[in-house]
């Protein structure tokens, strides 16, 4: 009943969105988030998922690299009704899937080839430096990839090098969304949801490494305190 819902939805706002094609970014993000926000309202209609917000108060006043957690589809759609415009690094694959790719091609996400890492890594931070100068904040995973439910993967440094790279803050969040959504799961469990917001972090409280550690550290901590 959920995915009828928001991939008929989806038809409509694509086609809707083409009348914002030339606009400036925040009105192109505005009239496309209007998908995600129907399909936060759907999932609470035809699955009984809700969400809950600690920390809203720490969101940053300026661009900023988002540091998340990965464990679902979820966190791409809800953080567009939680924080200011923003934008992903995604890999290019993404951007062939009709419909959905024209519409997240609009929103001007990082694209990335996974295979050749370095230059991967280059890109991320080059067009994420781009995306913060124009007033963008930029989501990160750190992880890479989704994963399960009350696990946390391996954080990547990416997050902490295109902030250290453009002088802006990180912004660590910590969500729960696996266990209503999980990963490579189609049936949805009722519950709620629940994304905690961390005080933002200046790039140059260490080195890469330390910052990471602390994100991850973060992340951890919230992970054993709602899961």
Same mark, same amino acid.
């Given at each position: 009943m959920y995915f009828i819902g928001s991939i008929s939805s989806l038809v409509v706002i694509a086609f809707y969105g083409l009348f914002f094609y030339f606009t400036p970014y925040p009105s192109r993000y505005r009239a496309l988030s209007k #998908? *995600? +926000?129907f399909c936060m309202w759907w999932l609470r209609i035809a699955t009984n998922i809700t969400i809950k917000v600690e920390g809203e108060d720490n969101i940053c006043s300026e661009p900023s690299? !988002? *540091?998340s957690n990965h464990q679902s589809t979820w966190e791409t759609l809800a953080f567009q009704t939680v924080f200011p415009p923003h934008t992903w690094v995604l890999k290019k694959e993404l951007l062939s899937i009709p !419909?959905?790719?024209w519409n997240l091609a609009m929103? &001007? /996400?990082i694209v990335i080839k996974r295979? =050749? @890492?370095f230059r991967a890594m280059k890109q991320v931070i @080059? +067009?994420?430096n781009d995306r913060l100068k124009s007033g963008i904040s930029v989501v990160i995973f750190p992880e890479g990839t989704r994963q399960p439910h009350k696990k946390l993967g391996k954080y990547q440094n990416g997050a902490v090098a295109i902030a250290k790279n453009s002088g802006k803050p990180l912004q660590p969040v910590f969500h729960n969304a696996g266990k209503c #959504? /999980? @990963?490579g799961g189609f049936l949805k469990k009722p519950g709620v949801i629940t994304i905690v917001i961390g005080k933002p972090i200046s790039s140059n =409280?260490? &080195?890469a490494n330390e910052i990471t550690e602390k994100i991850k550290a973060w992340t951890l901590e919230q992970s054993q305190r709602l899961d």
């Open positions: #998908w *995600a +926000q690299v !988002i *540091a !419909i959905f790719g929103l &001007s /996400p295979r =050749d @890492k @080059k +067009q994420g #959504w /999980p @990963k =409280d260490g &080195s």
